[in-house]
Structure formats: C-alpha cells, structure tokens
C-alpha cells in the first residue's frame, strides 16, 4: 500500500504564500498530483509532477524531489476563495491513484 | 481537457434497495476507470479498478458482492450498491485516466444517502 503524509490544516492571511508539504512512500512511481476539493464537491486538477523540480501555474507552484519522496505545494497571493481541502495523491506502478488525507487551508482577511 | 461525466449527482435511497451510478468518459476512451468512496472530512478512499471487458480488482476489505462494477465499454463504467445500508451512505466519485494521461479526471460524484 501507500504511505501518503500531510498536514491536516493551515491557515494564513488573504495575500500570503502558504506551503503545503506533502511526503510519501509507494511501490513504484508514477507521477505526482496536487488537487482542490471544496466541501461536497469533486477534487478538481491543480498540478501533476513525475519529474524533479519545480513547475509553476499562475499563483500555484509544485515542487517535487523523488529521492527524498517529498513534494510541496506552494499557494501564493492567497484569496479567500482558496479556502479548501488540498489533496496530495501518488499513481504507483500499477497506475493506481492513492490519496493523502488533505490539508484543510483556511484564508483570513 | 478531458470530461467525465458521473450520474446521478445526489440519490436517496431505501435501506435494502440498490443503487447504480454511471461514469462516463466523454471524449476520450478509458480502458480503465477508478472508483472512490469519500466519509465526511475523510480524504478519497479507492475502491476498485474497473477494466474494460474483465472483471474489477478490489482494494482490501471492499466487498465484491456488494459494490459491482461493470465497464463494459470504453466510455461507461458502473457502480451498482447492492442491498444498500445507511452506513453506505457515502460520496462516491469515479474518474479515469492512465499511463497516456497526465491528469486523472473525475466525474462530479454521487452524494447516497440511505435511509
């Protein structure tokens, strides 16, 4: 099975960055994903990594680093409507797709 | 990007009844599709993989009996909750995707409730 840790939740201020780190332990790797679920609703795609590195999508950065089994998720000029569950999920070598528990962020004004 | 439309959105249902939900892969083919159940504040929980045109593989401690699973086409999969319970009351969310993908796409979800 998976092994996928992440904080439970984070609050920051309307503007800010917040970093949501996210590490893991799998049988084989394939790949990555980053997603935002609001309450009731279904996970919607914010970033996929397989590579090391960092990629960057508007005010949404990912970084992976495969040795260390480690990923953060970088959330900058925070606005309130950022306020979610973040989810960290790991595709192993059978393709399967295995969820961490999420970050619930919070942004104040 | 690609769309997978799951239907129903919400179902209401009565303890002992059955329940099927559709995902539907809608412009691209899926050979394979995942289903995931969801507790409230609980992160996703997979299932089962469900493989066009052979049987499903179940995670550990889902019952095969209980939660069947067709695909038989390239774009369709279901999930049937048979003799459902109220502790089965769940989100339930499908999605699709592989190694030709980089994304996993998933269906809006079903809310069941059974009462």
């Known amino acids: 099975g998976q092994n996928i840790d992440q904080p439970t939740e984070m609050t920051a201020t309307e503007g800010a960055i917040v970093q949501i780190n996210c590490t893991y332990q799998?049988?084989?790797?394939?790949?990555l994903f980053w997603y935002q679920q609001h309450a009731g609703e279904a996970p919607t795609f914010l970033s996929y990594n397989v590579l090391d590195g960092l990629e960057e999508k508007g005010r949404f950065s990912s970084f992976l680093s495969r040795s260390k089994g480690y990923s953060y998720l970088l959330l900058k000029e925070l606005q309130m409507k950022d306020s979610a569950s973040y989810l960290c999920?790991?595709?192993?070598?059978?393709?399967?797709?295995?969820f961490g528990a999420g970050t619930t962020v919070t942004v104040r004004a | 990007g690609a769309v997978v439309s799951q239907h129903p959105s919400r179902v209401i249902c009565k303890s002992g009844t059955s329940v099927k939900i559709e995902c539907r892969s809608l412009?691209?083919?899926?050979?394979?599709m995942f289903w995931y159940r969801q507790f409230p504040k609980q992160s996703l929980m997979l299932m089962a993989t469900s493989n066009e045109g052979s049987k499903a593989t179940y995670e550990q401690g889902v019952e095969k009996d209980k939660f069947l699973i067709n695909h038989a086409s390239l774009t369709l999969s279901t999930l049937t909750v048979t003799s459902a319970h109220p502790e089965d009351s769940s989100f339930y969310i499908c999605s699709a995707g592989g190694a030709s993908v980089t994304e996993a796409f998933f269906g809006q979800g079903t809310r069941l409730t059974v009462v």
């Open positions: 999920a790991v595709r192993d070598g059978d393709y399967k797709l295995s």
């Open positions: 799998t049988s084989g790797f394939n790949g």
């Open positions: 412009d691209f083919q899926a050979t394979t």
